[in-house]
Every structure is written in structure tokens, then in C-alpha cells.
């Protein structure tokens, strides 16, 4: 994830985004572009993934051992992840066809909206298990992908109870009304999401910290939806914000001309939930003429969820 920018913008006017690259996924699958089979749950809070990987082979991975997500207090105190034995049953029992005596006693799903969903089911306990599956990888900058990664889908598996992390997502003018920008903030059983420290480029160092992705609706840069940045959410708020402004391609991309503002028809932000909660999203309209009428209100919504975030306060 990209940390500083490289922009075009009026003199005097700092961008206080962070831009993101795709980085390590906490609990995807470590196979990509399968083919989904089935999902199976135990009493004993084991989740057996059945899928075909793209060479043709099948797999049966057992995952099991966390469920929902630690809060952000202590980086002594590690985040939830699953243990994984990708053999069906070996690595944990010694048994490689334990697959088969995983009887599934996981209900039909009944629980909130997911995006990306594949599969779900409500376990025993009354916790959840999901499966959803999406492009986390795509460029940057509404670019075509040129690398067979960046067009990767990943399986990503949940485990949960009670309510989702919830994020919130807010459409604004910037810098004067130059601009169309979003900000947001990702919390979770009621205290912000946020990593204890990540790299120059923005990527987390631990696994509490998270990247939100933002996609565009039919923008300058095509039809449809392209994906137009990562960005880290901030410590110790769990907030973060975007302008669509002129911008520098990275370093590795083919072109490194400047690239357009993209503000679009819609726009899209997603996250993976943390710990190993589900991954969720927002999507709404983008602005219009109209909505400069109620710039006043926007900011101070602004204000209020943005409280304590000095690298977005330029953005207000």
C-alpha cells in the first residue's frame, strides 16, 4: 500500500490520504481463482473448505480456532486468526481423509447482508461461517491489470457472532469545493479499527491493521467499476479519506504519466473485517452540483467522525 502520494494539486493544498498497494490477506485461502464445492461445520467449531483449484486438484482445508476479533488495546495481545491444515486432517490429526468425518451440522444462513458471499451457514453455537470471494489485488489508478495476481480472487473465510464491523462511508467536496472526496471510519463492537504500525508504503505490520479499497463507477478511466485506491485506515481512530485529484501512477506501473481525477456515477469502499469477521462494503452515489447545497452539514459530519485525525483535517 502506498503511504505518500505523488499529486498535482493547487499550491498550499496537502493531501492527507494514504494509498495502498494490495497486502498480505489475513485469512484467504492461500489458493486463488477456485472453484467453490462446499463448506462444512462441526460441533466442535472445525469448518471444512472443499474447492478445485485452478490446475484441476481438490482440496479439502480444515480451518478452525477463532472466531470475531480482538480490539486494538495491546500489540502484546495478538489478533484472532484461524489454524489451518490444507492436507484434510493431517497436519492437525494425523489423518488425511479426517475431511470425510466432518459431519456438517451447519444450518442455513439467516444472518446480515455480506457482500461477495459464496457460501454461509449458522452453526450449532449460533456463530457464523462464510466464505466470500473478490478481487482485493486489482491496480490502482483505474489501470487495466497487466500481472495474472492482480486479477486473482481471493477466498476469504469468516467466523462470528453478533454484530458486523461496521463502516461508514461519506461523500464531501474538498479543498474548497474543488474537489469530490469520501471519508469514513471502520469500527468494530463499538472502538475503531486500526494496526499498531505499518510500512512506508502503507502496508500493515500487524494483523490488526486494515486497508480500505475504493472503487468508481463509470469514471474517466472506463465503464464500470475500477479501482481507484488502497488506503490505511489511521491509528487510533480507524478513520480514513480520499480526494479524486490528479495523480502520479506508482513506481512499476506501465505508464507513469498523470493520471485524471476520477470522480464517478457511484463509488464503492471495501474492507476486510478484523480479526476474522467478514469482509464488508459501502456503495453510494457520487455528487453532483446539487449536493453543494449542503456542504455545510457534510461538514460537520466531517467533524464529528473525523475527531482526532490530523492527516485527513486538510481534506475538511
Known sequence: MRRGLRLLVPLGVIIACTFAAPALASEALTDTNVTFKSLAVNTKGEAVVTYTRSDGKVRHVLAWG???ANTPVDPAVRQVRFKWDYAGGWGKYRNASYWKRVKNTCAPYDGPELPYLVAACKAADGTYWALQSWQRGLPLLGFDPWKPSQT????????WSGDLPKLEVYAHWTYGGSWQGLFGRLTYAGS???GFGSTGEGNPLDRYGRNVYVDTFNSVY???WRRESGILVHKPTGTFC???VP???FPGYPSQEMRPPAPGERYRVTVMGPGVTPVVDWEGRGLTSADRASAASITEVFDAVMAGDARCAGER
Do not use: C, R
Not at 486473482?152 to 467466523?159: D, G, I, K, Q, R
Open 66 to 68: 477463532a472466531v470475531n
Open 152 to 159: 486473482a480472487y481471493e477466498l476469504h473465510l469468516s467466523h
Open 192 to 194: 475503531p479499527v486500526h
Open 222 to 224: 472506463g465503464a464500470g
Open 242 to 244: 480520499h480526494s479524486f
Open 247 to 249: 495523480q502520479k501512477p
